[in-house]
């Protein structure tokens, strides 16, 4: 992971999804708390990206929340700090390499997005597809929403807002 290569929103949307983890009492922060993070960012570009494929983010968000629920609680000085599970690392992975794909410089939201759709066993995962939204589904709305360009700086989202 490399968290220098991150732009704001994606930092932004890790840094909720550990807060959601802490909140929750879970002990690790999961692709669960990631999306839940993604769909409620104001300003971001998951919410557009999402409608776009015709899911709505604040059903997705409510889907993994119900995934959250059931996951085990922590308490005491063990449930401090949240720490990423493999699964998420795996997603983050997918994503880094996603935006090299992309001939991304960053890491963005929509990278991540692609991510969790692709971490087969996640509920994540399956929540999404179960709304239609998958790597391709991603992709294609993507290009609607920013077009041809390229993610170069840590605030990309910023020209995507210019291009509406």
Partial sequence: MRPDKFTVKSAEALQTAQS??????????????????LCRQEDGIVPPVLQNIGARPETVAGLALQALEKLPKVSGASAAQASLSRALGQAIDTA??????????????EHLLIGLAEQRSSQASQVLSQNG????????????????????????????EALK
């Fill in 20 to 37: 959601l983890a802490n909140e929750q009492g879970h002990s690790e922060i999961t692709p669960e708390h990631l999306l839940v993070s």
């Fill in 96 to 109: 880094e390499k996603e935006a090299d794909r992309l001939k991304d410089d960053y890491t963005s939201t």
């Fill in 133 to 160: 939204v998958n790597r391709d589904s991603i992709l294609k709305a993507l290009e609607q929403v920013r077009g041809s360009q390229r993610v170069t700086d840590q605030n990309p989202e910023a020209r995507y």
